[in-house]
């Protein structure tokens, strides 16, 4: 069974501050989705990733693949109270993309 | 952008009772899904659709059905609601403009069962 393990589970910072948040495999996956929900809303589509080793920018927003394609990372620098959500990364597996694999996500909260 | 409109989005019900959640599409995406989210659990897919009458069950599809008869509409069916069933509903579309597979999802249904 495929699994993607997320890290840490809660966050809680000041604003200003940079912080990393990981999403972990022993799969591989041809391509990893990064997502935003914030509260009584559906998550919100932030970024792909389908190259081992890509680097993705998003404004403040950093996302990694790792090269072996099993991990990735989300990186924010100066993080603002906009950025208060729920993160959720998503892989896809290689030859059936139609059912992702979810990980369970991580919290953050940016205090002002 | 796509647009889902989920309904209704708040729901109270008795254990028993039938229970239908509707999706509703306006772009013609070929793919639908159906997920509950529950805390410790993340996103869990129920069922999902490739077409008009083409349906497939996901992870957690047993207390569940689903149609799809028109292109814009997915329905989510619990035929004997149970309080294991009371979940936060999310309709999701798949972006065929996206890279691989991404999903744009609705607003999400609260479904409380008592």
């Known amino acids: 069974t495929q699994l993607l393990e997320q890290s840490p589970q809660f966050l809680s910072i000041q604003e200003g501050e940079n912080l990393t948040v990981y999403c972990n495999s022993s799969?591989?996956?041809?391509?990893l989705q990064w997502y935003r929900q914030e509260p009584g809303e559906g998550p919100v589509l932030l970024v792909t990733v389908v190259t081992g080793g890509e680097v993705k920018k998003l404004k403040r927003l950093t996302f990694q693949f790792g090269d072996a394609r099993k991990d990735s990372s989300l990186h924010i620098t100066a993080a603002q109270p906009g950025d208060t959500g729920l993160y959720l990364c998503a892989g896809a597996g290689a030859g059936n993309n139609r059912k992702l694999i979810w990980g369970l996500g991580t919290s953050l909260a940016v205090n002002p | 952008d796509a647009g889902i409109t989920q309904s209704p989005r708040h729901k109270v019900t008795e254990t028993g009772t039938p229970v239908t959640l509707r999706c509703h599409q306006t772009e013609n995406h070929r793919y639908m899904y159906w997920y509950r989210q529950d805390p410790g659990h993340g996103l869990r897919l129920i069922h999902y659709s490739y077409g008009v009458k083409d349906t497939d069950k996901g992870e957690v599809s047993d207390g569940y059905s689903v149609s799809r008869s028109k292109t814009e509409d997915f329905l989510l069916t619990l035929e004997s609601a149970t309080s294991s069933q009371t979940s936060v509903y999310f309709c999701?579309?798949?972006?065929?403009?996206?890279?691989?597979?991404?999903?744009?999802f609705g607003e999400g249904s609260r479904l409380t069962v008592l």
């Open positions: 799969s591989v996956f041809s391509s």
């Open positions: 999701a579309i798949r972006m065929t403009s996206g890279t691989v597979g991404e999903l744009f």
